[in-house]
């Protein structure tokens, strides 16, 4: 089961504080971007990447590609104002059908076992997403003011890859597009069509790098990892 994958990597990470894209930070003397990269270009179920970027990141990116030896990826779009934008671009390039994975380039924790448990259950449902279950008590807050706890039990924090059918993914983006809608993810935007998406669990180390902090905690998962 073969699948293509869409990476927006044009954000600016304002949250990290670089001075510039926060896929460029190393990891372990690799460039954020290529850990990333390299989950999908080692899995021999992914066809394609298409990586959403900022055009001027765009000749340090090719060139990263050709020192990595990164061949999967078989376009480079311009990226939007918004997250949504940058998908919706590089979702104009994809002619045809079956599975398609939306995933942050800042995720670079992803495994592969993970993504063919996603991507076979999008196979069956077309619309599939990974998430973990909340650990933390969870409050409504009004004014600063706590005005319910949250039953915990059903609440997941929602991580990528998101994987649909590519013409489910399509419609939902054109829907979006004609009702002005900006969505906090994909799923959203496919919840809004009212086709059911299937959570399926995946790993508290898939964390997406924002801030400084998580800089931390990535150097601690690839020591656990054994890099």
């Not at 073969?2 to 930070?25: C, D, E, F, S």
């Not at 090719?62 to 030896?69: I, S, V, W």
């Not at 829907?175 to 069509?193: I, M, N, Y």
Request: glycine share 6%; net charge neutral.
């Amino acid at each position: 089961m073969t699948y293509q994958v869409i990476l927006p990597a044009a954000g600016m990470g304002k949250r990290m504080g670089a001075g510039k894209n926060k896929l460029l930070l190393e990891l372990n003397g690799m460039p954020v971007l290529i850990h990333t990269l390299r989950v999908f270009e080692e899995d021999e179920a992914c066809s394609g990447i298409i990586l959403a970027i900022h055009p001027q990141d765009e000749a340090v990116f090719k060139a990263l590609l050709t020192r990595y030896n990164v061949t999967k990826v078989i376009n480079l779009v311009p990226g939007g104002e918004e997250r949504q934008h940058s998908i919706y671009n590089a979702l104009k390039t994809v002619r045809s059908d079956g599975i398609i994975l939306v995933h942050d380039a800042a995720r670079p924790f992803i495994q592969k076992e993970q993504i063919h448990r996603l991507t076979k259950t999008a196979q069956e449902t077309s619309a599939a997403i990974m998430g973990v279950p909340a650990k933390d008590t969870m409050k409504k807050i009004q004014n600063g003011v706590v005005v319910e706890t949250v039953e915990r039990s059903s609440l997941w924090a929602v991580q990528t890859p998101q994987a649909f059918r590519i013409s489910l993914l399509r419609q939902a983006y054109e829907q979006a597009e004609k009702d002005s809608f900006l969505g906090t993810d994909d799923s959203s935007l496919v919840e809004r069509l009212n086709h059911p998406v299937t959570m399926v669990e995946g790993n508290y180390d898939n964390i997406k790098l924002t801030t400084p902090e998580d800089l931390f905690f990535a150097e601690a998962i690839l020591k656990k990892r054994g890099f």
